[in-house]
């Protein structure tokens, strides 16, 4: 039975908080998830393009890389040559 579009919103939502609910403190978060998926799936890239794929600020998106830099989940940032950003791999 195909549901309407208020109802899957409302569905949608009860699923992510459940989600939300059940995660362990280690568990990754989906916008961690997402940034190491993007990092698998392209490669190494900026913070700022990051951040437009996944439709946030580069702050934000800066956050999210240091969490995950911290918790050995990306090598860490490196120079790029040609422009002198830093890149995510």
Do not use: F
Not at 2 to 12: A, E, K, T
Not at 37 to 56: F, I, K, N, Q
């Amino acid at each position: 039975m195909p549901c309407s579009r208020r109802n899957c919103i409302r569905l949608s939502g009860k699923l992510k908080r459940r989600l939300r609910e059940q995660a362990s403190a280690g568990d990754l978060t989906p916008s961690q998830t997402a940034v190491l998926m993007h990092l698998d799936r392209d490669g190494p890239t900026t913070v700022s393009a990051l951040a437009r794929a996944e439709a946030v600020r580069s702050q934000s998106m800066g956050a999210t890389v240091a969490v995950l830099e911290a918790a050995g989940w990306s090598k860490g940032r490196r120079i790029r040559r040609m422009d002198g950003k830093p890149s995510c791999r």
